[in-house]
C-alpha cells in the first residue's frame, strides 16, 4: 500500500496518445463505488472522456499547477488521455463532506495499481463544463481527474530548512513535491 500511494503523484504531464480504454475508467470508477460514503448516501456521480474532442474542450476548463507561474500546463502531446469528472447529486444529498476526496484518491490508487496515473484538479471553470457535458441542474462539478500514462518523474522531498511546501521542477523536469516529517504532524509523540 505505501508503494502505491508513494507512486500516486499528482502527474500533470502525460504520453496523450497512450489510449485509456473505457473499461480502465469504469474500474476506477468502481473503486471509487466501492470506498466509504459519509452517511453511505453514496451520492456521487461520474463523467467520463477518453476520446481526443471531448478531453480537448475539458482541458481548456482547468488551471494547471499554481506554483509554477511560468508553466501554462501540459503542451499538445502531453494532455491528458482521459477525465473523470466527479460530481455530487444535489437530489442524493446536498453536504457531500468528503465523498470525493475519498473517492478521487480510490480512482488514482487504481490509475496507479494499472501503470497509470492522474492528477486531482479543483481549479475548474465549472460554468463551461458544465454547458460543455450538457450537465442537469441538481448535479454540481466537485473534481476533475486528469488520467493518463505519465510522461514526466515526481519524487517526493524532504521540506527545506525554510518550511517551504511548494512543488517545483529541476533543469530536468522532474517535478519535486516537497513532505513534511512523520515526526512533525503527530503533535504527540514522546
Not at 5 to 20: A, G, V
Not at 37 to 43: E, F, I, K, L, V
Not at 135 to 142: A, C, K
Not at 167 to 176: C, G, L, N, T
Request: charged share 30%; net charge neutral; glycine share 6%.
Amino acid at each position: 500500500m505505501e508503494q502505491l500511494i508513494r507512486q500516486n503523484r499528482s502527474y500533470r504531464r502525460f504520453y496523450q496518445d497512450h489510449f485509456l480504454a473505457t473499461g480502465n475508467l469504469k474500474y476506477f470508477i468502481n473503486l471509487a463505488r466501492l470506498s466509504p460514503s459519509a452517511r453511505n448516501a453514496q451520492p456521487l456521480k461520474y463523467c467520463i472522456s477518453n476520446e481526443e474532442p471531448l478531453n480537448e474542450k475539458i482541458f481548456e476548463c482547468l488551471a494547471w499547477a499554481g506554483y509554477l507561474k511560468d508553466w501554462e500546463g501540459p503542451q499538445q502531446g502531453e494532455r491528458p488521455a482521459a477525465y473523470i469528472v466527479i460530481m455530487g447529486d444535489h437530489r442524493i444529498a446536498d453536504n457531500f463532506y468528503c465523498d470525493h476526496g475519498i473517492a478521487a484518491q480510490s480512482i488514482l490508487l487504481g490509475a496507479v495499481e494499472k501503470g497509470f496515473g492522474g492528477c486531482i484538479i479543483a481549479s475548474v471553470n465549472r460554468e463551461k463544463l458544465r454547458e460543455i457535458l450538457e450537465l442537469e441542474d441538481h448535479l454540481e462539478i466537485l473534481l476533475v481527474i486528469a488520467l493518463g500514462k505519465p510522461r514526466e518523474s515526481v519524487t517526493i522531498d524532504k521540506i527545506n530548512e525554510q518550511g517551504d511546501i511548494k512543488y517545483w521542477r529541476d533543469d530536468k523536469k522532474i517535478h519535486h513535491v516537497p513532505k513534511r516529517d512523520l515526526e512533525g504532524i503527530i503533535i504527540n509523540l514522546k
